[in-house]
């Protein structure tokens, strides 16, 4: 499978691809830990890039043109106040609410959760605790299921799905440490999972309908591969982005945003409704 880099902007930490727009051709991410909010349009090449005053962990496109950004002083750290931590990936699920998870910057076990913000809402639950790392979020392509991953448990989480709700969390798959660290995810619409592999120079598709098998391998040349989304048209473009962490002995490639055509239709992610506030 050819790769290409899309974007040559070095990311310390590039993370949550998404597309949006007309035929799906603006493609937007995050540095995480540079603090900026990137975008190119899939065919002209156009180029934006904001700075945001802290880290920033998502960036979400919403039904109103915006983008809703994932920023560290919006957490609300509770009971665990002690634990510095960040938001880390985000996902709006086929019903439109917005899935969104946490990390403590040391990665501390099971102090981190997963919560839900229902669409047009502006109030965040937590659904899941006893989280270390979460992470990549994918549905089936009947609605059914909802994947999830938590990187150092290395296995793959399935719910039932249902009208928003969630219920029978099961492991159905587990990774050997050869693979590296689950990342983020994408689906697409035969059944595949594409899930990118930190500290594993690799994206791999995974057959929900087969036991989970491999299908497919995109080798990337960097260390630390991120997280991934369909773009285009036909959404059959993937675009995956990486991280290069201030590693002396990442390749020069590292941080930068690549491209592959994997010969399959992604699914499409819906945009988010945000709650605006009122004016005063």
């Avoid at 035929?23 to 909010?37: A, C, N, R, S, Y």
């Avoid at 919006?74 to 938001?87: N, Q």
């Avoid at 937590?126 to 609605?143: C, E, H, P, Q, Y």
């Avoid at 594409?194 to 500290?199: A, C, G, V, Y």
Wanted: aromatic share 10%; with cysteine; net charge negative.
């Amino acid at each position: 499978m050819k790769l290409e880099i899309f974007d040559e902007r070095p990311s310390i930490l590039g993370e949550g691809p998404s597309s949006f727009g007309v035929e799906h051709q603006i493609v937007t991410w995050v540095d995480i830990l540079g603090g900026k909010v990137f975008s190119r349009h899939l065919r002209t090449g156009a180029i934006s890039e904001i700075s945001t005053a802290e880290h920033v962990s998502f960036a979400i496109p919403c039904t109103d043109g915006e983008l809703l950004l994932g920023m560290t002083s919006e957490i609300d750290r509770g009971e665990i106040d002690s634990e510095p931590m960040r938001w880390n990936d985000a996902k709006v699920a086929p019903n439109g609410d917005l899935w969104l998870g946490t990390m403590g910057y040391a990665e501390v076990n099971q102090v981190a959760a997963l919560y839900r913000m229902k669409s047009g809402s502006r109030t965040v639950e937590k659904i899941i605790s006893g989280v270390t790392v979460s992470n990549g979020l994918a549905w089936s392509r009947d609605f059914a299921t909802m994947y999830y991953i938590d990187s150092p448990t290395r296995s793959l989480q399935a719910f039932d799905f249902d009208n928003g709700e969630i219920s029978r969390g099961r492991v159905v798959t587990r990774f050997p440490e050869s693979y590296g660290y689950p990342d983020g995810m994408s689906a697409d619409v035969e059944g595949g999972l594409w899930i990118s592999f930190w500290l594993g120079s690799a994206v791999r598709c995974f057959d929900s309908l087969n036991n989970f098998r491999v299908t497919e391998v995109i080798d990337i040349p960097v260390k630390r591969v991120s997280s991934s989304t369909f773009a285009g048209k036909d959404l059959d473009s993937l675009v995956i982005t990486t991280a290069h962490k201030n590693d002396p002995d990442e390749s020069v490639e590292a941080g930068m945003v690549f491209i592959a055509q994997p010969g399959v239709r992604g699914t499409s992610i819906p945009l988010f409704n945000r709650a605006i506030p009122p004016l005063q």
